[in-house]
C-alpha cells in the first residue's frame, strides 16, 4: 500500500523519460511509480490537486540560513534612504539594550544614503553600547567608536566603515553565538524557505571565516536534527578558514584538512557536509569585487580576500584533501585567480568528477568561458540579484562589462552546468522570481541586462532543480520526479511554462512536500 498518492495534478517531472504525469505514488519517502504504475494501487491518503501543477521541490544551492534567520530577528535600517531615518532605527534599538551591550543592526546600503554613515555619527545614538551595522552584502559594516577601540591598531577602516576582511575581525569580537540561537534561527530562516517551494538547500560557510557564527556551528543543525525541527534537507560548506596541518600518512597527500578526515559527503539524506567554501574577492554592492579594469566612476578595482599565492595554496590543498570545493568569485580578477588555481590542483591531482563549482560568477568575460567548461566547473548563480540591484550592478560596469553579468545562455552554450541560488538574505530569496528573470533578464525598473543571456523557461526550472541536484552531488536522489528519487516537491498554482513570462513570479506556492510529507504551513488545495 502506497503512503500517499497524488492525482488529477499537473507534474512536471523534469525527468525525459517520463516528462509529465498526473498521478504520483509515494512510499516511505520515496517516489515509488507514476500514472499507470500507481493509479490503481492503494494508498492511506489520496491527494486530489485538482489540476495544480507539481514540480520537483526546488533546490537552492547557496544560502545563508542562521543569517537568515539571525537578521529576521533583529532591527533593520531597510530602505536605508536618510541619514536621521537611519540614526533613529538605531536609536530605538540602542534603547532596548542594557549599557556596555552589543547592539546588531540589518539593512544597511549606502547606495541609498549616497555615502557611508560614520562612527563619529552612530557614537550621537549610541549610549555606551556596541553599535555593529551590517552592509546586506555581508562583505562590510558600519561600527561605533566604542567597538573601534577594541580592534587591534592594525585593521584598516575609514571613518568605522569596515570591508572583508576588517569586518571579519569585528564580527569576532561579537562571537560565537550559541548553538540553541543558532538553531532557532536556522529553523526560523528553513520555514522561508519551504513557504516558497524549497525542500533542499547549500548552507554557504559555516564555522570561522566571513560569516560563520561559531567556531561549533555544525553543532546547531544537527541539534535541529536530533529535535526534529530540521524541516528540510541541509548540505553545509565548511569554510575554509577551518583547515590546518593534519598529519596524516604522506601517501595520502593531504597537506591541510579537518580532524578525522571529515570532507565532502559525509552525513545522511537530511543533514551533509558538502563543499568547502573558499572566498577570493568580495561583492559589488560593497564595491569589494575583484575586477580587472576599474569601476566606472570610480578609481579602484576592488579587492581579493587574500594575496593570490595564497588562495591558489588554499584550493590547491582543499583539492587534494579530496573537498569538492565552492569558490567565491564575483569579479572577473577573482576568477581568473580561481580558474588559474583549479587549473593548477587537477595537473597536480586529476579529479574528473570533483564537480568545483564557482560561486557567484558575476562577471564572466568571453574568454574566460571555455576555461570554466574544460575544468567542468559549476557556475552557480543569483538571478534575482540583477532583478533587484541590476540597475546599479549594469552602471557601474558599463556598457561593454554590463552583458557579462550573471550570465545564463552563455553558460550553458559552453556546456557548463548553470546553478541558480539565492545568496539569502542578500536579496529576496523566491526562485520562482529568480526564474522569471533568467527568462527576462529585466531588473525590477524594467531595465534589460545582458538580453543576450536569457534562457528558456525550461532551463530556468532546471538550474533550480536537475542543476542544484547535480551541484550538491544529488542527482541520484533529486532534482526530478523519478521513480527511486525523493519524494520532495512543490504544488504551484500554475504552470511557469504556460503563463507569460512576466506573471512567473508571482505564481502561488501552494504547498511543499519534503521526504513525502506535506510541510506544516503549507496546505494543499
Not at 69 to 92: H, T
Amino acid at each position: 500500500m502506497l503512503c500517499t498518492r497524488l492525482t488529477n495534478a499537473h507534474i512536471i517531472t523534469m525527468d525525459p523519460d517520463h516528462p509529465v504525469a498526473h498521478d504520483l505514488g509515494i512510499w516511505h519517502g520515496r517516489i515509488v511509480g507514476l500514472d499507470d504504475a500507481v493509479t490503481s494501487l492503494p494508498a492511506r491518503k489520496v491527494i486530489d490537486l485538482q489540476g495544480a501543477t507539481v514540480l520537483p521541490g526546488f533546490i537552492d544551492s547557496h544560502v545563508h540560513l542562521a543569517w537568515t534567520g539571525l537578521r529576521a530577528s533583529i532591527p533593520s535600517v531597510a530602505p536605508c534612504n536618510r541619514v536621521d531615518d537611519v540614526l533613529r532605527v538605531v536609536a530605538e534599538a540602542v534603547a532596548r539594550k542594557p549599557h556596555g551591550s552589543w547592539v546588531s543592526v540589518a539593512g544597511y546600503d549606502q547606495r541609498g544614503l549616497g555615502r557611508h554613515l560614520t562612527a563619529a555619527e552612530l557614537d550621537k545614538v549610541s549610549d555606551g553600547r556596541k553599535v555593529f551595522m551590517m552592509h546586506d552584502s555581508g562583505h562590510a559594516c558600519v561600527v561605533n567608536s566604542a567597538v573601534l577601540d577594541l580592534l587591534p591598531a592594525h585593521v584598516p577602516h575609514t571613518d568605522g566603515y569596515l570591508a572583508e576582511g576588517a569586518m571579519g575581525a569585528a564580527r569576532q569580537l561579537r562571537l560565537p553565538y550559541s548553538q540553541e540561537e543558532l538553531a532557532d534561527a536556522i529553523a526560523r530562516a528553513a520555514r522561508i524557505c519551504l513557504a516558497e517551494g524549497v525542500t533542499a538547500c547549500a548552507e554557504a560557510g559555516i564555522g570561522v571565516g566571513l560569516l560563520g557564527h561559531s567556531p561549533v556551528e555544525l553543532g546547531a543543525y544537527q541539534l535541529l536534527r536530533e529535535q526534529g525541527r530540521l524541516p528540510l534537507r541541509v548540505q553545509l560548506m565548511v569554510s575554509a578558514d577551518t583547515l590546518h596541518p593534519v598529519g596524516s600518512h604522506e601517501d595520502d597527500r593531504i597537506p591541510r584538512g579537518l580532524d578525522l578526515g571529515l570532507r565532502s559527503g559525509f552525513g545522511d539524506d537530511w543533514l551533509s557536509v558538502g563543499a568547502l567554501k573558499i572566498w577570493t574577492d568580495g561583492g559589488m554592492m560593497a564595491r569589494t569585487a575583484a575586477l580587472s579594469s576599474p569601476y566606472v566612476g570610480m578609481d579602484h578595482t576592488g579587492e581579493l580576500q587574500h594575496d593570490p599565492d595564497v588562495l591558489t595554496d588554499t584550493i590547491v590543498d582543499g583539492h587534494l584533501a579530496g573537498w569538492q570545493l565552492a569558490v567565491h568569485a564575483i569579479g572577473d580578477r577573482a576568477a581568473d585567480v580561481a580558474l588559474d588555481a583549479l587549473e593548477r590542483a587537477q595537473r597536480t591531482r586529476p579529479r574528473p568528477d570533483a564537480r568545483h563549482r564557482i560561486e557567484h560568477a558575476g562577471l564572466i568575460r568571453p574568454d574566460q568561458l571555455p576555461r570554466l567548461a574544460r575544468l567542468g566547473a559549476i557556475a552557480v548563480i543569483q538571478p534575482n540579484f540583477l532583478r533587484y540591484f541590476g540597475d546599479d550592478y549594469a552602471s557601474i560596469m558599463g556598457e561593454e562589462r554590463a552583458p557579462w553579468l550573471y550570465r545564463g545562455k552563455g553558460f550553458l552554450d559552453h556546456g557548463i552546468t548553470l546553478v541558480s541560488s539565492s545568496d539569502r538574505p542578500v536579496t529576496d530569496g523566491s526562485p520562482l522570481r529568480a526564474i522569471q528573470f533568467l527568462v527576462e533578464r529585466a531588473s525590477e525598473s524594467g531595465q534589460v541586462i545582458g538580453p543576450d543571456e536569457g534562457v528558456t523557461v525550461d532551463e530556468a526550472l532546471r538550474s533550480y532543480t536537475l542543476g542544484g541536484a547535480y551541484a550538491c552531488r544529488w542527482d541520484a536522489v533529486a532534482g526530478s520526479l523519478t521513480p527511486g528519487k525523493r519524494a520532495d516537491l512543490v504544488v504551484l498554482g500554475d504552470d511557469p511554462r504556460r503563463v507569460s513570462t512576466s506573471r512567473i513570479g508571482d505564481i502561488e506556492v501552494v504547498s511543499t512536500f519534503v521526504d513525502g510529507r506535506e510541510s506544516e504551513g503549507t496546505t494543499t488545495r
